[in-house]
């Protein structure tokens, strides 16, 4: 156990739909890193967050969007939801706001559109 | 384009063998590389990290070498136990420079199979 949770673990919608994943970091961290793993294009960096304020991009798209929370929880939300989208979607945490420090990842949540 | 590249996709081999897996990566500008381990459905565990100077570390029966001036990595597993099955995936961090807050670069992944 890594200390970071993750909710729901799934999750069906609809195509055209909006939903929101959420992340707990574990206790001290204050990054979070948001990830989508898709059976073809493996783990893809999103989004990270560090204490707060975005702190590094990567190929997030502009139907995503993520926040992180005073409490330093983290969600993730997907808007316009496409068949393509359908993926696991991956938290991770960090002490420190150092992007390639290790990260220690949730459990997943699994999104299904259809 | 920045890219990595993991060879095998897949492979099996018999409980106790050694394996070797593969990385190559075209990532500029390099700060270091991290190998992850991934059991089904569950997220990654890191297992190493090397930074540009570093050519060998290890993790127990886990290995990872370093070529930086080939820009080639590699994985070595001694003695393979049933819990070795997993997907191993490489990871290439850009640095951070003048603002920049630099990247991570996934590979795909070898999805190693143990069999008895």
């Known amino acids: 156990d890594s200390g970071v949770t993750q909710t729901p673990k799934h999750l069906i919608t609809a195509t055209g739909q909006r939903v929101t994943l959420r992340c707990s970091p574990r206790?001290?961290?204050?990054?979070v890193y948001w990830y989508q793993q898709s059976l073809d294009q493996g783990l893809q960096f999103l989004i990270q967050?560090?204490?707060?304020?975005?702190?590094a991009k990567g190929n997030i798209l502009e139907r995503f969007s993520a926040q992180q929370f005073p409490d330093l929880h983290s969600e993730l939300n997907l808007s316009s939801l496409e068949l393509g989208d359908s993926a696991l979607y991956f938290c991770?945490?960090?002490?420190?706001?150092?992007?390639?420090?290790?990260?220690?990842f949730g459990p997943g949540t699994r999104l299904t559109v259809l | 384009k920045n890219q990595v590249e993991q060879s095998p996709q897949s492979l099996i081999i018999l409980e106790g063998k050694n394996c070797t897996l593969q990385?190559?990566?075209?990532?500029?500008?390099?700060?270091?590389l991290r190998w992850y381990k991934q059991d089904t459905g569950r997220g990654p565990v890191s297992l190493t990290i090397?930074?540009?100077?570093?050519n060998t570390k290890s993790n127990g029966r886990y290995t990872a070498t370093l070529d930086a001036d080939t820009k080639q990595s590699s994985l070595h597993i001694t003695a393979s136990q049933l819990s070795d099955s997993a997907s191993y995936i490489c990871?290439?961090?850009?640095?951070?420079?003048?603002?920049?807050?630099?990247?991570?670069?996934f590979g795909k992944g070898t999805k190693l199979s143990v069999k008895p």
């Open positions: 991770a945490s960090s002490a420190t706001g150092v992007l390639y420090n290790e990260q220690f």
């Open positions: 206790s001290g961290d204050l990054s």
């Open positions: 967050y560090y204490n707060g304020e975005e702190r």
């Open positions: 990385c190559n990566y075209t990532v500029s500008p390099f700060s270091n």
């Open positions: 090397m930074t540009f100077s570093e």
């Open positions: 990871v290439v961090s850009t640095a951070d420079y003048g603002g920049s807050q630099g990247n991570l670069i």
